[in-house]
């Protein structure tokens, strides 16, 4: 299957700071999907994106399929943004499964 | 109010015992998914269903056992063939499968 890597795995921010996170890939993909998974452990979907670039109010994140990367930038950070920031990827158009990286921890400080 | 609920919040597992974990959605979609996590980890996919009596194995699908026989629902069992299956469990859903996925709020399980 396709492997993920994002980094970097933790990230400490002040209230206000930005950041980028990062997600590479190692393989073509067809869908790409960036998650923010709360500290009680809820999903919720930023981003559908295998290319191109998206924004939504704070956040915004770009595809570049060709060299097989994504970036999440948060701007202004908010302690709300606290938690675990995943990437995931599906390869062929016959296989819907999507892998998963391992996250990127992100801790917000008022 | 639509969206994907999970039941129950907790589950806890005897040794040899089979459990059932609920995951319904009213949001009309075709595709559910079921994927475990665990401490510190990414997501991992166990079964995916694109359409009613259809199903998929995953990634990890070995102990585990799904059935859907109606749209909304796609409910997850845990075998006792399942060595190791204190985890967070999550279910999903989308229009159609290679969408954007919608998760449910998760159910932790414990093995006693």
């Known amino acids: 299957g396709i492997q993920v890597e994002q980094s970097p795995p933790d990230l400490i921010l002040q209230e206000g700071a930005n950041s980028t996170l990062r997600c590479n890939f190692s393989?073509?993909?067809?869908?790409l999907q960036w998650f923010h998974q709360n500290p009680w452990g809820q999903l919720i979907n930023l981003f559908y994106?295998?290319?191109g670039t998206k924004q939504n109010g704070r956040l915004s994140a770009t595809t570049v399929a060709t060299e097989r990367y994504s970036l999440l930038y948060i701007s202004s950070s908010q302690t709300t943004d606290s938690g675990v920031y995943f990437c995931a990827v599906g390869g062929s158009s016959n296989d819907y499964k999507l892998s998963f990286g391992a996250g990127t921890t992100v801790t917000v400080r008022a | 109010d639509g969206g994907i609920t999970q039941s129950p919040k907790y589950l806890f597992r005897k040794e040899g015992q089979n459990v059932t974990l609920s995951c319904e959605q009213n949001l009309n979609h075709d595709a559910m998914y079921w994927y475990r996590q665990d401490p510190g980890q990414g997501l991992r996919l166990i079964y995916y269903?694109?359409?009613?009596?259809?199903?998929q194995k995953g990634d990890i699908a070995e102990g585990y056992s799904v059935s859907r026989e109606k749209k909304e629902s796609f409910p997850l069992t845990v075998t006792s063939a399942q060595k190791n299956p204190t985890a967070f469990y999550l279910c999903?859903?989308?229009?159609?499968?290679?969408?954007?996925?919608?998760f449910g709020p998760g159910t932790r399980l414990l093995v006693l």
């Open positions: 269903s694109q359409i009613v009596n259809d199903f």
């Open positions: 999903a859903s989308s229009t159609w499968v290679g969408e954007t996925q919608y």
């Open positions: 393989d073509s993909v067809n869908n």
């Open positions: 994106i295998p290319s």
